[in-house]
């Protein structure tokens, strides 16, 4: 389990993070979203033992994180900006990886070699941007860490390799319970991959929920009549927002779908689909309820 407790961080002037508190579960894929500077690098930063909070503290499996090398053994974080050694080849970091990780598996890292089709023996620093980050997803799961952290993961990746990285991600939590926490902008990439998202908003975190929840909470429906409807359809439920395309109306609604369904069945609809929502337009409607606009926080 991560669990960040009361964290606040300043840089001089700057509050990146304020009292954040958050819980990852064991095995579970947890995405943070955020604007440019909301404070999603500082705050993977602690959970990585790079920054220490001003108050506050990061824990995984309950141990602090900060200078703890058992736990720094269980845990790799892919930075937004990659750093290798300048002389070291694939070869020359898996050897290092090997003795920096108890966990290494060799066999593994043997195996991925088909996943990534790079030249064991090319000095890292000379690969394009795009295989530096599959040499870094190549080490990171060949070392079978306990806990991955991903600062923007997917980018500069080709749609085929952002696939494949998945892939293998989905498949070390399935099979060995790996808790992954991932900062990215874009929420279509994070929706095949988590099951809770987090919002970071200046430093503070203002919204949280499992996905499932989010999904099965709000619906989004189309429905047409023969006949024009006089006076409100739904009584006693939440519309978020309502609009007309032609003689199509369509809702997004909070919950109480069967009753929902009654409710426009009474109406004798020519139309009744209820589509499924993005997770773009769930957070944007969420989030409006709560009073921010969406696009300014997340793009
Ligand atoms: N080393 C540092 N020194 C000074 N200020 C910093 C430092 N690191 C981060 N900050 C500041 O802290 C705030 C949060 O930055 P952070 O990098 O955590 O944001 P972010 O959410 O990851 O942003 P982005 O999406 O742009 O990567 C910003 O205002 C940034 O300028």
Same mark, same amino acid.
């Given at each position: 389990?991560?669990?960040?407790? %009361? ?9 990146? *993070?304020?009292? $954040?508190?958050?819980? &990852?579960?064991? !095995? =579970? ?5 955020? =604007? ?21 503290? !990061? @824990? ?11 736990? +720094?053994? +269980? ?5 937004? /900006? ?5 002389? @070291? ?7 290092? @990886? ?5 966990? #290494? ?16 023996? +090319? ?14 997803? #190549? ?7 306990? @806990? ?7 980018? %500069? ?7 494949? $990285? ?12 790996? /808790? ?49 409807? =006089? ?15 032609? =003689?199509?109306?369509?809702?997004? &609604? ?20 209820? *589509?499924? *929502? ?22």
């Amino acid at each position: 389990m991560i669990e960040i407790k %009361g964290v606040s961080k300043s840089f001089e002037d700057v509050k990146a *993070l304020k009292e $954040v508190t958050l819980r &990852i579960n064991k !095995g =579970s894929v947890y995405g943070l979203i955020g =604007s440019n500077g909301a404070g999603k690098t500082t705050l993977l930063k602690i959970l990585a033992g790079v920054y220490q909070g001003d108050e506050g503290k !990061g @824990y995984m499996a309950g141990q602090e994180v900060f200078e703890n090398v058992e736990i +720094k053994a +269980k845990v790799i974080f892919i930075p937004d /900006t990659l750093y290798f050694f300048s002389t @070291y080849s694939v070869r020359d970091m898996a050897n290092f @990886y090997k003795n920096i990780y108890p966990t #290494w598996n060799q066999e593994r890292f043997e195996k991925l070699k088909t996943a990534f089709d790079i030249d064991i023996n +090319k000095k890292i620093n000379r690969l394009s941007k795009g295989m530096q980050r599959q040499v870094a997803f #190549w080490l990171a799961l060949s070392a079978m860490p306990e @806990y991955l952290i991903l600062d923007e993961p997917l980018d %500069g990746l080709d749609p085929v390799m952002r696939q494949k $990285v998945k892939n293998l991600i989905i498949q070390d939590v399935a099979e060995r319970n790996m /808790t992954v926490l991932i900062s990215s902008h874009n929420l279509r990439e994070l929706e095949d991959l988590c099951d809770t998202i987090g919002i970071l908003h200046r430093g503070a975190l203002i919204l949280e929920k499992e996905l499932d929840d989010l999904k099965s909470d709000i619906h989004k429906v189309q429905v047409a009549f023969k006949q024009e409807v =006089s006076g409100p359809i739904l009584q006693d439920i939440p519309v978020l927002y309502e609009e007309s395309r032609g =003689s199509v109306r369509l809702f997004i &609604i909070r919950g109480h779908k069967e009753e929902m369904i009654r409710q426009f069945k009474k109406h004798d609809p020519v139309i009744l689909d209820i *589509l499924p *929502l993005t997770l773009e337009e769930i957070f944007i409607y969420e989030m409006g309820g709560i009073g921010y606009a969406i696009e300014n926080v997340i793009f």
